[in-house]
């Protein structure tokens, strides 16, 4: 957090803070990322405007611990972060209570925080970036194929936990997957740093990748969510990214992008509960790893407008957002049914008539 925040936390009045749980072979470095941090570091621009950040290597991951690969599954990850949110609350954590807590995910991450959402319904939000429950399963699998058996990878073959053949290593060559940068607005300063710092993947993580989209497990979904998706995400995005096309530039503010974001919410809303109240919104120009493109501030300021809403930067709003967005929602019980057809997203987009309009038209940000 800020000096300020420190300085006001330690007279009594923290800060909300952001959990920020990272994808698939990445590390804390997506959200804190180390080339020209002022303009891609996450962490950085949520500070500065209030927030603290919970930063973490996932378990399986980077500088955590690795347990056997099977038991690194998605459940696992969701367990330990529910056991951190805890642990902030409680005083554990920087010796100081933080109250209001929000949680953020990108891709696999957002499966962590959705599924996290799911069993325990302990945050005040829930911002999912880079996902929706109709994974392109080509798509991804095309992704996963580019790794190796961590033993025999150059950056990890010595570590003690390599000789477990259900840790993979990603390639290089996994970061110039299209799916991945939006070329025409990524700076190849990125993919390069990108590239080193790249983890890898459990087994235990792919086995249960796609099970909480398609069990009912997110009709339990009853904190307000965000979900911030590329407008070239063809991972997360339906058949050619149609769910995720917007007119919107690269100066447009946060109100004008989730406006982008309408077809994706009305797309992605059936497989949550409506106590969820979902809110969408698209970023222009941007792929998978929609924080790391040059307008990775509009990202951020996305993050930022719906945390100051739905929480405030002192858990402020939290009580009044979730009166308001409850009054919304749909008075109707969600079907707690499997949502068997999820692996198969139609292929042309839903009529105009089943967009939803965003409650930022009556919220005060």
């Known amino acids: 957090m800020s000096r300020d925040a420190l300085a006001e936390s330690r007279r009594g009045n923290p800060p909300a803070v952001l959990v920020l749980v990272h994808g698939l072979s990445y590390g804390t470095w997506y959200w804190d990322f180390p080339y020209q941090p002022e303009r891609y570091s996450t962490v950085n621009y949520l500070n500065q405007h209030g927030y603290a950040t919970l930063n973490i290597d996932r378990i399986g991951i980077g500088r955590s611990g690795h347990p056997l690969s099977a038991l690194a599954t998605v459940p696992a990850q969701a367990a330990v972060v529910h056991q951190l949110i805890q642990k902030l609350k409680d005083g554990t954590i920087a010796g100081i209570r933080f109250p209001h807590t929000g949680l953020v995910g990108h891709s696999l991450g957002s499966i962590i925080t959705y ?19 109709r994974l392109n399963l080509l798509t991804a699998g095309s992704f996963a194929a580019l790794a190796t058996p961590a033993a025999l990878s150059p950056v990890t073959s010595m570590q003690p936990w390599a000789i477990d053949p259900g840790y993979l290593q990603a390639l290089p060559a996994g970061r110039e997957v299209p799916q991945l940068y939006y070329q025409p607005n990524t700076d190849p300063g990125v993919v390069q740093k990108d590239k080193e710092l790249a983890n890898g993947a459990s087994v235990g993580e792919w ?3 796609f099970e909480g989209a398609y069990d009912g497990t997110y009709k339990h979904i009853k904190v307000p969510t965000f979900v911030i998706n590329g407008e070239f995400d063809t991972l997360a995005c339906g058949d050619n990214a149609i769910y995720c096309a917007t007119d919107a530039t690269s100066d447009a503010g946060p109100a004008d992008l989730e406006l982008s974001g309408q077809r994706f919410a ?3 809303a059936p497989a949550l509960n409506p106590g969820a109240c979902l809110r969408a ?6 792929a998978h790893d929609v924080a790391l493109h040059r307008n990775a501030r509009q990202f951020q300021r996305l993050v930022a407008y719906f945390a100051d809403q739905a929480m405030g930067v002192r858990g402020q709003q939290a009580a ?7 009054s919304t929602a749909t008075s109707e019980t969600a079907s707690m049914l499997p949502e068997l057809d999820r692996p198969l997203p139609p292929l042309t987009p839903p009529p105009p008539e089943a967009v939803i309009t965003p409650l930022a038209e009556t919220i005060d940000s």
Request: aromatic content about 14%; hydrophobic content about 35%; charged content about 20%.
């Open 281 to 286: 919104a698209v970023v222009p120009d941007a």
């Open 115 to 133: 599924t996290e959402t799911a069993l325990y319904n302990d945050t005040e939000v829930n911002i999912g970036t880079g996902y929706s429950t």
């Open 320 to 326: 009044d957002y979730r009166r308001s967005c409850v």
């Open 266 to 268: 009305a797309w992605e």
């Open 207 to 209: 086995l249960t990748f």
